[in-house]
Nanobody, 122 residues
């Protein structure tokens, strides 16, 4: 049974940084592109960033480009999201998942974890 456990969220002031982690089990982690997604109340989950299975390619939503960095450690079955220069509009629950391209969009597939709350105060 696959399991995704996100951690590292918290309350931070605007301009601050956080590093999220996502530990994956029950899945051949190194075979999948992995993504981070986020969701705020009343809105659909949105794509944030994706990293290829090898770690060699990354892609970011325009809203976080230049501020967030996605990385992965296949030996630890863990994907990370370093978030810098945080803004109040980054406030959301953040989730990781395997990701696949669907046209111009990136979508998560499989089971979702509980996510980790990130709150950025102004």
């Amino acid at each position: 049974q696959e399991q995704l456990v996100e951690s590292g969220g918290g309350l931070v002031q605007a301009g601050g940084s956080l590093r999220l982690s996502c530990s994956v089990s029950g899945r051949t982690f190194s075979s999948y592109d992995m993504g981070w997604f986020r969701q705020t109340p009343g809105k659909e989950r949105e794509f944030v960033a994706v990293i290829s299975w090898s770690g060699g390619r990354t892609y970011y939503a325009n809203s976080v480009k230049g501020r967030f960095i996605i990385s992965r450690d296949n030996a630890k079955s863990t994907v990370y999201l370093q978030m810098n220069s945080l803004k109040p509009e980054d406030t959301a629950v953040y989730y990781c998942n395997a990701a696949e391209r669907a046209g111009s969009a990136w979508l998560g597939f499989g089971s979702w974890g509980q996510g980790t709350q990130v709150t950025v105060s102004s």
